[in-house]
């Protein structure tokens, strides 16, 4: 009997102790934040800070983001992005210039975005039914409509898209600014969605390669040829009309009947 007892015993400390370690604290987000100078989200610039704002403000304005500020010192734009039919993600950034106080032609530029997702949710609308003793009481027989739902908002992390964002603003800067500076010139990147989603990596089937074909109108004409010099019909040669040979003189022909009588011929002399 007591070793059953110490047995439940045993086995009842053994389920405490491990609920209690489960039920231990995790560890606040916020102990990740080191607040270390990295650089991903600030670039200083030749410039002052209003020029630096300028071209912060036309770095966005060409990848389509539409700017809800107008301080000269302050950039705030958004950008929406549909990547399903029940998915919505909208990226909202920010952008603050701040003289440094290494001279009047000198700034630093802080940005930072901010991605919010967006979710295709059903909500039910249920109607008021008014009963004059119980007053007015709700019945689900209302409608389904389908709305967009905030569903998650995260601040952008990645260092490579915050690098794509400041060499954008390189290509805004003054052409004097960027010639004493020798900042070469560079093709205006695409900002992007920051999380692309890698897709699945399928077998390239190679299409057969066919002769390159050259348009219509770059195709050389090929004169035409030489027309050969078109003979006139030959006219038909008349034809001979065939002889018409006279009439025979008829050997009976019928006189008239003589009127006056005909002498006798002469006699010859003996």
Do not use: W
Not at 144 to 173: G, H, I, Q
């Amino acid at each position: 009997m007591s070793t059953s007892f110490h047995l439940r015993s045993l086995g009842l400390a053994l389920v405490l102790a491990s609920a209690a370690g489960c039920s231990s604290p995790k560890t606040a987000i916020y102990e990740h934040e080191n607040f270390d100078d990295s650089g991903t989200f600030s670039r200083d610039y030749p410039v002052s800070d209003v020029a630096a704002c300028e071209a912060a403000r036309r770095a966005l304005l060409s990848q389509g983001y539409i700017i809800t500020s107008s301080d000269p010192k302050l950039v705030a734009g958004n950008k929406s992005f549909q990547q399903t039919g029940e998915t919505h993600l909208q990226i909202s950034f920010n952008v603050v210039c701040a003289a440094d106080g290494k001279g009047s032609n000198h700034s630093t530029m802080f940005a930072n975005a901010l991605q919010d997702r967006y979710a295709l949710k059903k909500v039910n609308n249920s109607a008021s039914l008014g009963v004059g003793v119980l007053g007015s009481v709700s019945m689900p027989i209302g409608s389904t409509d389908d709305s967009m739902v905030k569903v998650a908002s995260e601040t952008v992390s990645a260092p490579k898209f915050y690098e794509r964002y400041f060499a954008l603003v390189d290509v805004f800067l003054p052409q004097e600014v960027k010639q004493a500076e020798h900042i070469p010139e560079k093709p205006k990147a695409d900002l992007g969605v920051p999380e692309p989603k890698a897709a699945p990596v399928a077998e390239k089937v190679e299409a057969p390669q066919d002769a390159p074909v050259v348009p219509a109108a770059a195709q050389p004409l090929a004169p035409p040829p030489e027309a050969a010099p078109i003979a006139p019909n030959p006219e038909p040669a008349p034809t001979p009309a065939p002889a018409t040979e006279p009439a025979p003189a008829p050997t009976n022909p019928s006189l008239p009947a003589p009127t006056e009588a005909i002498p006798p011929l002469p006699t010859p002399a003996q």
